[in-house]
């Protein structure tokens, strides 16, 4: 009876272990996923960035030419006129970093319901507290008679890691 439930025990935390196994692979696997997302996420607001600086420049450019080429505009057309250029310019940038933080807030979202799965998943496996609650007092008792732990293995017909571990999750040895 007792070698059964030591079986059976064994397959518990061999079960527990292939579960949590399981979860870090799951967690590597698509930790790597987001990244892989927050790179290409990057990548765009780095090539954007770009794209504003040379407007910017072209803007810039378009002022200087303007305002050489225009001399019978008033300052008030020339302002509204590269106001009306930068608007037309910025509008798509604006657009698609607008689609962008959504993408972004959408990851976020998974990522924190994935998250929270997984944080349910491990509260849910739980460790025994003992491994033969009958032998726990006797293992006690024993030990603190001053028996070795290994007579008491002998005595109780369970294995020396068992007494230890019985020792250490009541706190005595």
């Known amino acids: ?44 607001v780095e090539e954007l960035n770009r794209e504003i600086f040379y407007l910017k420049k072209n803007t810039k ?26 608007y037309d310019i910025v509008q798509p940038v604006t657009q698609a970093l607008k689609q962008m933080q959504d993408r972004v807030e959408m990851i976020d979202a998974q990522i924190d319901a994935r998250i929270v799965t997984l944080e349910s998943g491990v509260k849910q496996i739980s460790i025994p507290t003992s491994i033969h609650g009958n032998d726990d ?22 294995s020396k890691a068992e007494v230890e571990f019985v020792l250490k999750i009541n706190k005595i040895k």
């Open 1 to 44: 009876m007792i070698y059964s439930d030591l079986f059976q025990l064994e397959y518990v935390i061999v079960a527990m272990a292939g579960i949590i196994l399981y979860l870090i692979y799951y967690v590597y696997t698509k930790d790597a996923q987001y990244n892989k997302n927050i790179h290409s996420v990057a990548s765009v």
């Open 61 to 86: 450019e378009l002022q200087v030419k303007s305002n050489m080429s225009a001399r019978g505009m008033n300052d008030e057309e020339i302002y509204q006129e590269i106001e009306r250029s930068v």
């Open 137 to 158: 007092e006797k293992v006690i008792s024993l030990y603190k008679q001053g028996v070795d732990l290994e007579t008491i293995s002998k005595e109780l017909h369970i």
